[in-house]
């Protein structure tokens, strides 16, 4: 099934561990993004990257990095996890024009 | 810079109920429109868009028009069901800013039988 896939679900992390959140897609876009979900907050966006070989930072890049080595993966890594980066992270995809986005099903992180 | 407010919820109806989930936005230019919907568990979907003024975005018996004047985009459905209790989020693209969205928080729907 074509789509984006996310990895892992869920994960309970100790503060100052190194995590990385894998995205996969297989629909050939462009632009991929990550968008971390908090409640009240709504879903802001970590990084971007709108075509392989690029990126770019969002409104929230502090302590996360991406790399987009190809099309079809987009991983944000946590360098130094801390409690405030407890969230829902969503990647997402799109073509470069005014198409719109497809998200995968997300992935829990809790930070104790 | 660009902003999106929703109504706060959680909005409880009974079925078969008229919705109204309102919508006002912040920003340059001439944004593109979105409203997107999340399922318990799942990413977020998109169900309908608008991308320039009095446009009609529609899908599934939900509508949302573009009013530039009142810089709103209002989703709304005649007659819910239980099976549209989710999290809807209003969201705008920005001209020149390619697909980077800006969302509002969500408003949770519930929809009682």
């Known amino acids: 099934i074509a789509g984006i896939t996310q990895a892992p679900t869920s994960q309970i992390l100790a503060a100052g561990r190194r995590m990385t959140l894998r995205c996969t897609q297989d629909m050939r876009h462009n632009a991929m993004y990550w968008y971390r979900q908090d409640l009240g907050l709504g879903l802001r966006l970590i990084h971007y990257s709108n075509t392989a070989g690029t990126t770019g930072k969002g409104e929230v890049p502090d302590g996360y990095s991406v790399s987009r080595a190809n099309t079809d993966d987009f991983p944000l890594t946590l360098a130094s996890a801390v409690p405030s980066q407890t969230s829902v992270y969503f990647c997402?995809?799109?073509?470069?024009?005014?198409?719109?986005?497809?998200f995968g099903n997300g992935t829990r992180l809790t930070v104790t | 810079g660009n902003s999106v407010t929703q109504m706060e919820g959680p909005v409880t109806l009974s079925e078969e109920a008229f919705l109204t989930i309102n919508c006002t936005y912040t920003?340059?230019?001439?944004?593109?429109l979105f409203w997107y919907v999340q399922y318990p568990g799942e990413g977020l979907q998109l169900l309908l868009k608008?991308?320039?003024?009095?446009d009609k975005g529609s899908n599934k018996g939900f509508e949302a028009t573009y009013r530039k004047e009142t810089t709103s985009f209002h989703l709304e459905k005649g007659s819910v069901q239980v099976s549209d209790s989710a999290v809807y989020f209003c969201a705008l693209s920005s001209t020149g800013g390619g697909n980077k969205l800006t969302f509002g928080t969500g408003t949770q729907l519930k929809v009682e039988l």
């Open positions: 997402a995809s799109s073509d470069f024009t005014n198409s719109p986005l497809h």
């Open positions: 920003a340059t230019g001439y944004p593109s």
């Open positions: 608008a991308t320039k003024a009095d």
